[in-house]
């Protein structure tokens, strides 16, 4: 039972390079959301899906990119990394949005940008 | 606007004590509130889940508080040990409308930094 992966844990790229961050859930889980954590913030909400082919703006989406052509998928592309976007982002899934529905998260991924 | 706030903001306690971790929370409409466990370098992991309508949840020796009065909440830790050295987010849930219809986003606090020293 793999529950949701990323790939890579660790990316370092160099400013105005493309990097895309992969998230892979084997749920079935309708939701899928994509997060980054900076030190001293809370987690904040980059994009969202409400299910294949269904995405959302989030509270950070400028110069992300996202797409979601299965239902297990949800790539995460920085089309022209910058130095701001140095963080750690995470993955994660859910069945639903309400209290009943928990929120699984992936392990991450560190991203570095130089 | 819509925020969340812990206190405080790190914490060192020794093994076999008590601890109480605090959030205040600015959310409209507010959904539920959760607590989550964050072990460094993993993703968080879901303690307890409360409705406007629970005031205490617990999960084995964790504890939970809502006060949705004073929108307060708490997270109390019983006879601590060196594996609950995390950090703990309080993360409010709050009802939002998207391109694809409602749904509750989660809006995190900046979480509290344990450690348990033996």
């Known amino acids: 039972d793999a529950g949701i992966t990323q790939s890579p844990r660790y990316k370092i790229t160099e400013t105005g390079r493309q990097v895309t961050l992969m998230c892979h859930q084997t749920?079935?889980?309708?939701?899928m959301f994509w997060y980054r954590q900076d030190l001293g913030h809370g987690l904040r909400l980059i994009y969202y899906s409400a299910a294949a082919d269904i995405t959302d703006k989030g509270e950070v989406p400028d110069g992300y990119v996202v797409s979601r052509s299965k239902t297990e998928n949800f790539p995460l592309t920085l089309e022209s990394a910058t130095r701001s976007q140095t963080s750690v982002y995470f993955c994660?899934?859910?069945?639903?949005?309400?209290?009943?529905?928990?929120?699984?998260f992936g392990p991450g991924t560190r991203l570095t940008v130089t | 606007k819509n925020q969340v706030e812990q206190s405080p903001q790190s914490l060192i306690i020794l093994e076999g004590k008590n601890c109480t971790l605090q959030c205040n929370y600015t959310v409209s409409p507010f959904s539920n509130l959760r607590w989550y466990k964050q072990d460094t370098g993993r993703g968080p992991v879901s303690l307890t889940i409360?409705?406007?309508?629970?005031n205490t949840k617990s999960n084995g020796r964790y504890t939970a508080t809502l006060d949705a009065d004073t929108k307060q909440s708490s997270l109390h830790i019983t006879a601590s040990q060196l594996s609950d050295s995390a950090s703990y987010i309080c993360?409010?849930?709050?009802?939002?409308?998207?391109?694809?219809?409602?749904?509750?986003?989660?809006?995190f606090g900046a979480g509290t930094r344990l450690a348990v020293h033996p």
């Open positions: 994660a899934s859910s069945d639903g949005t309400s209290g009943g529905h928990e929120q699984y």
């Open positions: 409360m409705t406007f309508s629970e």
């Open positions: 749920w079935s889980h309708s939701y």
């Open positions: 993360v409010v849930s709050a009802y939002s409308r998207g391109i694809s219809g409602g749904y509750n986003k989660l809006i």
